[in-house]
């Protein structure tokens, strides 16, 4: 992972997350998010996990997990704060972030970011079965139950925000949307957030810099809950 320290002790911390359908990209290219939400104030954490088909998905969700757990341990090593830390994650990441938070009904878990902004992920996998770079992915039949949020929805101590892009595929939206309302229905604090005209790629435009939709909405959500 690399660390963008925020210039104030005791900052908020947030940890971003590639996409890349899980089988390609990394964290350098995506170090401008730090441009724009350092100087919100942030200390940025954009962090990498290996990528199919190196490896399956379960062991990146596992790898997720772990990487988490660590932020919350050393997060003052950069003079960030453990307890106000969130999370973001673009298509794939925002997947993984998702499948990585506790299960509703798990025990609460301090290194569980305190909300989490998840931007056109894929929250149910039996699709992926069926697409062509599933050759590298490799995704089985039996992973899809337990790899896929939209069927095991996380713990409602995590407030969502799901976003998406108004010219994205309408299936694409429809995860989004349908994912925000099975949270909500479980008691969790979910919305969801449609930004017109913008697709799957170009909606990343919007964490270009600090006066940019998406990094003032992570900001606004990290100071909700420091």
Known sequence: MDVFPAPAA???????????YWRGRDKSDYSYVADALVPLGLTTVVMNYDLCPAVELPAIVRQVRDGLQWIHAHAR???????????SGHSAGAHLIAAALPSAGDAP???APRAA??????????????VSVN??????AEQVDELSPMRHPPT??????LVAGGAEPSSWVKQSHDFAKICTAGGGSAIYVEMPGAHHYSIMNALEHAHAPLARLIAAYAQAYT
């Open 10 to 20: 005791g900052a908020p911390v947030h940890v971003f997350l590639h996409g890349g």
């Open 77 to 87: 090593d950069w003079g960030g704060d453990p307890a106000a830390i969130t999370a």
């Open 156 to 161: 409602p101590a995590v407030p969502l925000v």
């Open 109 to 111: 878990a301090a290194w």
């Open 117 to 130: 902004v998840l931007v056109s992920g894929i929250y149910e996998l039996e699709p992926v079965l069926s």
């Open 135 to 140: 050759q590298e992915i490799r995704l089985r």
